[in-house]
Every structure is written in C-alpha cells, then in structure tokens.
C-alpha cells in the first residue's frame, strides 16, 4: 500500500501519562504470563481509551499507561493490589500528548543485571521527581530499561543526551549483524531486547552503545515488524537518523519506506533517512518517496552486508549532522544543501 499523504502535524488530544516501576512476583514463565496480563489488558483498556506498555527485566516490572485521568485511576487501584507485584513507585506523571499510538505493547530485556540495580535507578528517578526534574515518558523508560551504561555516560549532566540511530533492512537482517560488527569493534556488550504487541508478533531488537570521537552513539537494529509496535513508534522521534539497508528491489525497498513513513507520521521534526544501497540506481525510488512525504532521504553507497562499508558511507552523514545540531537549527532547505 502506497501512503499518498504527507507526513502532517495533528492536534493531539491531551492524556495524563504515568509510568510506574513495581516488584515482580512471578516464577518462572515470565512471557506467558505477560501474555495472561496482555489478554486482561487488551480486554479492559481499550473501551476506556487506555493505552499501556508493559516492561519486564531484572525482577521488575515497569508499566507506562496514557488515557483519561479518572479511568486510569481507577485502573491503577485495580491492578496495584495483584499479588504478581508488589511496592509500585509512580516514577512519571504528566498530562500532555498521547505517545503511545496503541493499545497494548510490551518488552522483556534479557539481562543478568542484578534487582538492585534496577531498584537504584528506580530511586534516582524517584529523587528527581520529589526534586522537580521530570523527563519524558519515552526518557523515563529509557534510564529504567536501557540507561546508558557505557562509560562516557558518567561525563553527561543530562543521562538522556546521546545520539541514537535505528537500523532497519530491507531483506534478511543485515541491520543485526551491522549492530554485532560494531558491537565487536568496540570491545562493547549488544544488549538483546524482545517486544510485542497487541497481536501475537514478537520482535527482536539489539543495540549498541559507543564512544564516536567526542561522544557516545548508541546504534539499534530493529526488525521491520518492530516498525509497527506502538512502543517502538514512541521513540522514533528521539532518533536522529533511520538507517535503512536497502536490497536493491523495489518490492522490498519501497514497503520498508512506507513502514518507516508510517512510523514518522505527525511528527514535527522526523528523523533523516539515510538509505544505504549497494547501487546509486537503487536511492531514486525510495528517494521520490520520502520527499513526497516530507521526509529528508540521504543517499549512501554500500552493500547492506558489508559493515565496514555500511559504517564508512554513513558515518560522514551523521557527523554533519551532529556540526548541524551544534550550530542551531536546521532547514531543510539547508540540510538538502549539505548533501
Ligand atoms: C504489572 C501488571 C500490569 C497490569 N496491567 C493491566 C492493565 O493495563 N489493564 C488491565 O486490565 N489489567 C492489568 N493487569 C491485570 C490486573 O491486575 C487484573 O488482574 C485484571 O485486570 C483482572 O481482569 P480479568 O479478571 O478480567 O482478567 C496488570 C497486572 C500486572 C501484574
């Protein structure tokens, strides 16, 4: 299917959003029973215009709910008294535009991180909420889930402030090797995530954090199924790239476009696209589409399975996007004049 729309900026309607952190109190078995919770939730959110994600790692669970104000307290009082957690923490609470785009998402990380950990983040936020410092929602789940654990994190004021880049492929999954290569060539640990939506699908996703010069990158690889998990579309704006590894045909390039469209749709300003293809022939399709759609599309030349070709011809375009950050902001006009 073809969007013939282009990516537009709507009025949001405006929700309250909370995310807490509980103590899980399940044995073994964690996904089949998230699955019962989904099956619950799927249930009772969705005529009450909730929508919620659900986090499962190190013992915890971690639950961020957007909806109307008093459906989601009385939901809250429900479910605080499940014997499959306990202690819950409200770690967020604000009213502003619905972030998630569907009903139902959830995401266990496989770690052998210890419940302490997680408790201390937990903490952290915890303190800086009581101190008036709230970050967003997606910020929120991110120091929970994924914090940035590379070492150059302890230089930022701001934990959040890293740059981060999705990799999607068109074909096979290039995208995943491409995050192992680099996770290889900077001695760093690819963390291995699983997520789901309000259907059966259940989608990998792996990423990488390291030092590039003066700072920290983290590089994600997702499926193209992920494209379409409401989790997954919440943190599309923080990217400041998509990276798509095309195959050279038009059957399997353009669709992935559409997914990465549709993924960008209503956002004020989307992440640059930036197609790797192994021939220059192959961009002027995926090209005349993205700029239909208002999308800015950076052409790179590489083979999608070659990791060290792939990093060489992207690497520059992110680079100029970072001197571009630092100088202010950016027309598009201007970004088109940098190519
Ligand atoms: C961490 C966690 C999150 C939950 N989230 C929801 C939810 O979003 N919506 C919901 O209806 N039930 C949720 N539940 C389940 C409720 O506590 C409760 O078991 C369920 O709503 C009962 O409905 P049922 O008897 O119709 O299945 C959650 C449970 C846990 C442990």
Redesign the pocket.
């Known amino acids: 299917m073809r969007l013939n729309s282009k990516v537009c900026v709507e009025p949001q309607e405006s929700v309250v959003r909370i995310v807490y952190a ?1 103590e ?1 109190c ?1 044995g073994a078995g964690v996904y089949a ?1 998230m699955e ?2 989904r ?7 969705v005529p009450v215009g ?1 929508h ?1 994600a ?1 986090l499962y790692q190190s013992g915890w ?1 971690v ?1 961020w ?1 957007e909806g109307p104000g008093h459906a989601l307290l009385r ?1 809250t009082d ?8 306990h202690s819950l923490r409200i770690v967020h609470s604000s009213r502003g535009p619905r972030l998630l785009s569907g009903p ?1 998402s959830m995401a266990i990380v496989q770690t052998n991180e210890e419940p302490e950990s997680m408790a201390r983040r937990v903490a952290r936020l915890r303190q800086s909420m009581e101190n008036g410092v709230q970050y967003s929602p997606p910020a929120v789940w991110r120091q929970l889930s994924t914090p940035l654990g590379h070492p150059g994190a302890a230089q930022q004021t701001n934990p959040d402030a890293f740059q981060r880049i999705l990799v999607c492929a068109a074909a096979a999954s290039p995208s995943f090797e491409f995050a192992r290569w680099l996770a290889a060539r900077h001695q760093q640990p690819l963390v291995r995530r699983r997520f789901a939506g309000d259907e059966g699908l259940d989608v990998g996703t792996d990423y990488v954090d390291f030092n590039d010069d003066d700072r920290v990158l983290r590089v994600i690889a997702m499926s193209r199924k992920g494209l379409a998990v409401p989790l997954t579309r919440a943190f599309v704006p923080d990217y400041s790239h998509i990276v798509l590894l095309l195959s050279g045909e038009p059957e399997r390039d353009l669709p992935l476009l559409d997914k990465v469209a549709a993924a960008c749709a209503g956002l004020a300003s989307p992440p640059v696209l930036v197609g790797v293809a192994q021939h220059h022939a192959t961009h002027s399709r995926p090209f005349a589409l993205a700029h239909h759609l208002g999308l800015i599309y950076l052409d790179a030349q590489a083979h999608p399975h070659d990791c060290a070709g792939v990093w060489a011809a992207v690497h520059p375009l992110l680079a100029r996007w970072r001197e571009a950050a630092n100088s202010g902001p950016l027309s598009i006009p201007d970004l088109f004049a940098m190519r």
Request: aromatic share 6%.
């Open positions: 509980s899980a399940i029973e019962r919770i099956a619950s939730a799927v249930r009772h959110n909730i919620t659900l669970f639950q709910k939901l429900r479910l605080a008294a499940d014997p499959r957690h139902w």
